[in-house]
C-alpha cells in the first residue's frame, strides 16, 4: 500500500490545524431575526419622559452565535404634550442605539460591539441607555457562555480628552467586570477584556430606565382600566348627588315662591280690610 511522501503530508496536517477566522459581524446582523419586542420608559431628572421599543434579535450558525438588542424612540412628553421622536432616532440602526456579542465557536471567545463604542444619539445620550443596552448582551453571553473568554476590545481616546471623560469610559466597562489597561503612558488607547465572561456581571441598576414585557403591559392596561372604571363609578355618584342637590334647590326654590305668593295675598288681604 502506497503511503504519503512527507511532502504530501505536510499540508493536511496544516490543513487539520487551521482555525476559521470569525465570521463577519456585519453579515450575521443581516440574518438576524427578532426574538422579541418590549417597552422601555426613561425618564430624565428633568422631568422629560420618553418610550420606545427595545428589540432583541440573533443569528446562530455553524460557527458563531449573534445576539443584539437595539433601541428606538417612539414619543416622549415634555410639559404635557406628547411629539415623537425625529424620524432618524425612530427607527432602529446598526451602529447607534444598540449593542451585540458575537461568539466564535472555533476560539471559544465573544467579541462585545459595536466596536468602535456605543453610539447613543442626542435625545436619547445621558440617560444610562448605553449602560443598560451593553449590560443586557453581557447577561446574556454571560448566562449562554460562560466558560468563554471575551476578546480584547479596543478604546480609542480622541485627543483633548479630559481626565474626566477618560475615567469615565475605563468605568463603562469596569463596571461590567471587564479588566482594562491602557496601552501607552499618554493614555490614547487602551484594551478590555476577560479570561471568563462567566465572570462578568451583566447587571444596569438605572433610575431613569424601566422595561416593560407583555406581561407587565397587560397588568399596566388592566390597572388603567380598573382606575377608569373605579372613576366613572366616581363621576356618576357625583354627578347624582349634584342632580340631588339641583332636585332640591328646584323644590325649595319652588317652595320659597309659592310662599312669598301666600305672604303677598296676606298683606293684600290685610291692607284691604284696613281700607
Not at 496544516?14 to 425618564?43: D, F, W, Y
Not at 407583555?214 to 347624582?240: A, N, V, W
Request: overall charge negative; proline content about 3%.
Amino acid at each position: 500500500m502506497n503511503t504519503p511522501s512527507a511532502e504530501h503530508a505536510a499540508p493536511q496536517v496544516a490543513e487539520a490545524t487551521e482555525v476559521k477566522a470569525p465570521e463577519s459581524e456585519t453579515a450575521l446582523a443581516n440574518i438576524a431575526m427578532p426574538l422579541g419586542e418590549s417597552i422601555l420608559k426613561i425618564q430624565r431628572e428633568n422631568g422629560l419622559l420618553m418610550y420606545g421599543i427595545l428589540q432583541r434579535n440573533r443569528a446562530v450558525t455553524g460557527q458563531s452565535d449573534f445576539f443584539r438588542v437595539q433601541f428606538r424612540g417612539y414619543a416622549l412628553n415634555t410639559s404635557g404634550s406628547w411629539s415623537s421622536f425625529a424620524e432618524d432616532e425612530a427607527r432602529f440602526h446598526g451602529s447607534r442605539n444598540c449593542a451585540w456579542a458575537r461568539v466564535d465557536h472555533p476560539s471559544r471567545a465573544i467579541t462585545f460591539g459595536p466596536k468602535a463604542g456605543l453610539n447613543i444619539t442626542d435625545t436619547l445620550a445621558g440617560t444610562g441607555l448605553d449602560d443598560f443596552l451593553f449590560s443586557i448582551v453581557v447577561a446574556w453571553a454571560k448566562a449562554t457562555y460562560g466558560d468563554y473568554s471575551a476578546s480584547p476590545g479596543m478604546l480609542m481616546i480622541q485627543a483633548g480628552t479630559s481626565e474626566t471623560e477618560k475615567l469615565h469610559k475605563q468605568a463603562f466597562f469596569a463596571k461590567q467586570g471587564f479588566e482594562f489597561e491602557w496601552r501607552d503612558e499618554q493614555q490614547r488607547s487602551g484594551i478590555y477584556y476577560k479570561d471568563k465572561v462567566g465572570r462578568l456581571i451583566g447587571v444596569c441598576e438605572s433610575a431613569m430606565i424601566t422595561e416593560f414585557g407583555g406581561e407587565s403591559m397587560l397588568q399596566t392596561l388592566i390597572k388603567q382600566d380598573q382606575d377608569r372604571h373605579e372613576m366613572q363609578q366616581h363621576l356618576s355618584k357625583i354627578e347624582s348627588m349634584n342632580n340631588a342637590v339641583h332636585q332640591a334647590l328646584d323644590k325649595e326654590r319652588h317652595t320659597t315662591q309659592a310662599l312669598a305668593i301666600a305672604l303677598g295675598v296676606v298683606i293684600l288681604m290685610g291692607l284691604w280690610a284696613v281700607l
